[in-house]
Protein backbone atom coordinates (compact mmCIF):
# COMPACT_ATOMS: atom_id res chain seq x y z
CA UNK A 1 0.00 0.00 0.00
CA UNK A 2 1.06 3.45 -0.92
CA UNK A 3 -0.16 6.60 0.71
CA UNK A 4 0.80 10.22 -1.16
CA UNK A 5 0.67 13.21 0.72
CA UNK A 6 0.58 16.46 -0.98
CA UNK A 7 2.24 19.97 0.59
CA UNK A 8 2.81 23.46 -0.76
CA UNK A 9 -0.26 24.59 -1.45
CA UNK A 10 -1.50 27.98 -1.03
CA UNK A 11 -2.33 31.49 -1.79
CA UNK A 12 -0.59 33.18 -4.64
CA UNK A 13 -0.69 36.37 -6.81
CA UNK A 14 -1.53 35.97 -10.79
CA UNK A 15 2.02 36.20 -12.27
CA UNK A 16 3.88 33.90 -8.99
CA UNK A 17 4.63 30.56 -8.28
CA UNK A 18 4.63 27.36 -5.89
CA UNK A 19 5.93 24.24 -5.88
CA UNK A 20 3.90 21.55 -4.77
CA UNK A 21 5.61 18.03 -3.31
CA UNK A 22 4.25 14.86 -3.40
CA UNK A 23 5.81 12.08 -0.63
CA UNK A 24 5.09 8.41 -1.29
CA UNK A 25 4.89 6.31 2.36
CA UNK A 26 5.06 2.91 2.28
CA UNK A 27 6.44 1.91 -0.70
CA UNK A 28 9.03 3.09 -3.63
CA UNK A 29 7.57 4.73 -6.82
CA UNK A 30 10.60 4.36 -8.59
CA UNK A 31 8.69 2.23 -11.37
CA UNK A 32 5.29 3.83 -11.10
CA UNK A 33 4.32 6.80 -13.43
CA UNK A 34 3.52 9.73 -11.24
CA UNK A 35 1.11 12.46 -12.03
CA UNK A 36 -0.36 15.57 -10.69
CA UNK A 37 -3.98 16.45 -11.51
CA UNK A 38 -6.28 19.21 -10.83
CA UNK A 39 -10.06 19.53 -9.97
CA UNK A 40 -11.37 23.67 -10.59
CA UNK A 41 -14.50 24.54 -8.63
CA UNK A 42 -17.12 23.04 -10.75
CA UNK A 43 -15.36 21.35 -13.22
CA UNK A 44 -14.15 17.83 -13.80
CA UNK A 45 -10.35 16.54 -12.76
CA UNK A 46 -8.30 16.96 -15.21
CA UNK A 47 -4.58 15.84 -16.22
CA UNK A 48 -1.58 18.86 -15.03
CA UNK A 49 1.19 16.75 -15.79
CA UNK A 50 2.78 13.60 -15.78
CA UNK A 51 6.61 11.91 -15.23
CA UNK A 52 7.08 7.96 -15.95
CA UNK A 53 9.09 5.84 -14.05
CA UNK A 54 11.84 6.47 -17.15
CA UNK A 55 11.77 10.59 -16.51
CA UNK A 56 9.64 10.75 -19.68
CA UNK A 57 7.21 13.88 -18.99
CA UNK A 58 3.37 14.74 -20.69
CA UNK A 59 1.82 18.18 -19.98
CA UNK A 60 -1.61 19.14 -20.92
CA UNK A 61 -1.49 22.16 -23.28
CA UNK A 62 -2.76 24.48 -20.71
CA UNK A 63 -0.04 24.31 -18.16
CA UNK A 64 3.04 23.69 -21.10
CA UNK A 65 5.85 26.13 -20.94
CA UNK A 66 4.83 27.28 -16.89
CA UNK A 67 4.47 24.07 -15.16
CA UNK A 68 7.02 21.03 -14.28
CA UNK A 69 7.02 18.30 -12.86
CA UNK A 70 10.31 16.38 -11.60
CA UNK A 71 10.41 13.15 -9.66
CA UNK A 72 13.45 12.11 -6.88
CA UNK A 73 13.26 8.61 -6.54
CA UNK A 74 15.63 8.83 -3.40
CA UNK A 75 13.53 10.72 -1.55
CA UNK A 76 10.22 9.07 -2.87
CA UNK A 77 8.73 12.03 -4.15
CA UNK A 78 7.70 13.78 -6.64
CA UNK A 79 7.30 17.76 -7.52
CA UNK A 80 5.25 20.38 -9.64
CA UNK A 81 7.01 23.21 -10.28
CA UNK A 82 4.20 26.30 -10.96
CA UNK A 83 4.88 29.23 -12.57
CA UNK A 84 3.65 32.23 -13.97
CA UNK A 85 0.36 30.84 -12.25
CA UNK A 86 -2.95 32.38 -13.37
CA UNK A 87 -6.72 32.56 -11.92
CA UNK A 88 -7.66 30.05 -13.79
CA UNK A 89 -4.93 27.40 -12.28
CA UNK A 90 -7.05 27.44 -8.98
CA UNK A 91 -8.11 24.01 -8.00
CA UNK A 92 -7.50 21.16 -6.06
CA UNK A 93 -4.34 19.32 -7.01
CA UNK A 94 -3.91 15.55 -6.35
CA UNK A 95 -0.83 13.51 -6.92
CA UNK A 96 -1.48 10.30 -8.55
CA UNK A 97 1.03 7.11 -8.18
CA UNK A 98 -0.25 4.25 -11.45
CA UNK A 99 1.21 1.06 -12.41
CA UNK A 100 -1.46 -0.87 -14.12
CA UNK A 101 -3.79 -1.86 -12.13
CA UNK A 102 -2.81 -0.16 -9.29
CA UNK A 103 -3.53 3.40 -8.62
CA UNK A 104 -3.16 5.52 -5.45
CA UNK A 105 -4.34 9.20 -5.12
CA UNK A 106 -3.33 11.46 -2.10
CA UNK A 107 -5.85 13.35 -0.89
CA UNK A 108 -5.52 16.80 -2.39
CA UNK A 109 -4.12 19.87 -1.90
CA UNK A 110 -5.91 23.55 -2.93
CA UNK A 111 -3.85 25.95 -4.71
CA UNK A 112 -5.87 29.81 -5.15
CA UNK A 113 -4.44 32.03 -7.48
CA UNK A 114 -6.08 35.53 -6.59
CA UNK A 115 -4.68 39.34 -6.17
Do not use: H
Not at 22 to 37: N, P
Request: glycine share 12%; hydrophobic share 30%; with cysteine.
Amino acid sequence: QVQLVESGGGLVQPGGSLRLSCVAEGRSIDIYTMGWYRQAPGKERELAATIASSGSTKYADSVKGRFTISRDNAKNTVYLQMNSLKPEDTGVYYCNGRYLPINYWGKGILVTVSS
